[in-house]
């Protein structure tokens, strides 16, 4: 890389960072103090705006490179992430989006425990959250530090470390500062952008090939040393049956796992009204479909005029597509056009692993503080609680919302220190594992019991620890076992082989588990269902009666 792109990718990333800082400044100098306002940005956005707000959420550096590259390295099979990544939203406008605003408040586990008993429930919701956001979390940062550091021209050890602090960093003070109303507007800056730079990408590419789709596919077979297989499928996923059923498990967790991504869900409690929260989707999922439209263009788009081999030999993995086709769209390297192109794309993949991050570090820390804390504090304090509650008082209401917001604060300080030290950890590992773990975490523990919560009337607080602990301990240990982390040369440890499972991604078998134990739980449980809890949170559900 040439230090005109460093240059010119450095005036931009910082011109970023200062407009976010600036709102997160500005944001924090009107701010309340209150749990709903940090939390929830005050229930104040439009559906339009929380449609932004949550398309920046999803769309992370992994869709806008890791998408391209595999797409440009395997074609066909590539195509799985864009299609799994859209169906999802499916579930979550049908099944989740409206339910999950009646019934909750600020968390998962404020919908589960609308009809259980509180104190488990939200210790076992609150873990999987918080297992699910720093899986994510390392994802992103692992992300950071190489591929930010590759396109500033630095691929030592130690500039990727600092990379990695930098943005653990400014994460942390963007959310401890801002809360839910600075993290939202950082997305919807981060989404502009990002849809901006694809769209003029994705047409370059199309104004190259004279809009003439037929020819950009046969260019692609062309350069992709596979020929007509590169538009079959089977060329990642085709070989023996573990492959395919790696391909299915991938697929479920993908399409499973948005549904209990608990950055997703704390977006719907942003805007003041359910009906609102579907809005919300249907304007974020016509964002979604268009973006992972245009990586599939981007995709072929790099595999016909850059070459999988040239991508595949800047990086194996095909993170740096992307960049590489915005160089060759421009001029090449060494011209104006190409440096400008480079550059922006660097920018733009800069705000957006900024923004994903600052989005899951404040779901966590949610947990952490209104969940994981609120159910662990002393018996006094909840006597206190208790007695202030009773006093009803909005100077003692104000000052409990005040200590939660403090510790949630302290959390995401916390949550980004581990964050951190876990990716100074894992630098080498694949980054598309981690967020492919992610999903099949989320699908496992979180989705089980929310569809459990929301749907089953005869279910109880057993089922419902049994279904978080019954896919989350299963997804985690399979990994464990698994060639990712021993056995294989690319593996976490290579030298050594303790590997049982022959799966990469653990979804296909955890994510029935999280179901049947949940199943398993509730009908060998002696609690009583409470049928006058599950008809009141049914009519808040489906109704909004009730609902904060």
């Not at 918080?130 to 500039?159: E, F, H």
């Amino acid at each position: 890389m040439n230090r005109d792109h460093q240059t010119l990718a450095l005036v931009l990333f910082s011109a970023f960072v200062a407009v976010t800082l600036g709102i997160t400044t500005w944001v924090s100098r009107h701010r309340r103090g209150s749990a709903e306002e940090f939390y929830a940005g005050g229930r104040l956005f439009s559906p339009m705006e929380n449609g932004f707000a949550i398309a920046g959420d999803y769309m992370s550096a992994a869709s806008f490179l890791g998408i391209s590259g595999v797409i440009a390295l395997f074609g066909y099979d590539g195509l799985l992430y864009s299609v799994g990544f859209l169906v999802a939203w499916l579930v979550v406008l049908f099944l989740v989006a409206e339910l999950v605003r009646n019934c909750g408040r600020f968390t998962l586990a404020d919908v589960v425990a609308a009809r259980m008993d509180e104190r488990p429930v939200r210790i076992a919701a609150g873990t999987s959250s918080v297992t699910v956001s720093v899986l994510y979390l390392v994802a992103q940062m692992v992300g950071a530090g190489s591929l930010v550091a590759l396109l500033l021209g630095g691929t030592s050890g130690a500039a990727r470390a600092w990379t990695v602090v930098g943005v653990g960093a400014l994460m942390v003070v963007y959310v401890s500062l801002g809360g839910m109303r600075a993290t939202t507007w950082i997305q919807i800056v981060k989404a502009v952008l990002l849809m901006a730079g694809a769209l003029a990408l994705t047409v370059l590419v199309l104004v190259r090939f004279h809009g003439n789709v037929d020819a950009l596919l046969n260019t692609a077979v062309a350069h992709s040393g596979h020929g007509r297989e590169f538009l079959s499928p089977g060329l990642k996923y085709g070989g023996d049956w573990v492959a395919r059923f790696d391909f299915i498990s991938l697929g479920l967790a993908l399409v499973l796992g948005t549904a209990g991504l608990p950055h997703i869900l704390s977006r719907f409690y942003t805007v003041p009204t359910a009906r609102a929260a579907r809005r919300s989707v249907v304007w974020s999922i016509g964002l979604i479909g268009s973006f992972y439209l245009m990586t599939i263009v981007l995709g072929f788009g790099a595999a016909a005029l850059v070459g999988s081999d040239a991508v595949r030999a800047s990086n194996a993995a095909g993170n740096t597509a992307v960049p590489l086709l915005a160089l060759d769209l421009g001029g090449g390297a060494g011209s104006t056009g190409g440096t400008v192109l480079f550059a922006v794309v660097a920018a733009v993949a800069f705000a957006t692993i900024l923004a994903v991050v600052a989005g899951i570090t404040l779901a966590s820390s949610a947990s952490v503080a209104h969940d994981l804390y609120a159910s662990l504090r002393r018996k006094q304090a909840k006597q206190a609680k208790q007695a202030r509650r009773a006093a009803q008082t909005d100077q003692a209401d104000q000052a409990e919302q005040r200590s939660e917001v403090a510790v949630a604060r302290v959390a995401a300080a916390c949550i980004g220190a581990v964050a951190i030290g876990l990716s100074l950890l894992a630098q080498n590992l694949n980054v598309a594992f981690l967020v492919g773990l992610a999903f099949a975490v989320a699908a496992s523990a979180n989705l089980p019991v929310l569809l459990y919560s929301l749907f089953w009337r005869n279910f109880t607080t057993r089922g419902a620890v049994w279904s978080v602990y019954g896919g989350l301990i299963p997804a985690v240990l399979l990994v464990v076992l698994s060639p990712v982390v021993s056995g294989a040369p690319e593996a976490i440890f290579p030298g050594v082989d303790f590997h049982v499972f022959p799966l990469q991604n653990p979804g296909v078998v955890s994510i029935p588990l999280g179901f049947l134990a949940g199943w398993i739980g509730t009908v060998t449980s002696s609690e009583p269902p409470d049928a006058a809890k599950h008809a009141e949170a049914e009519v808040r559900s489906l109704t909004g009666a009730g609902a904060v």
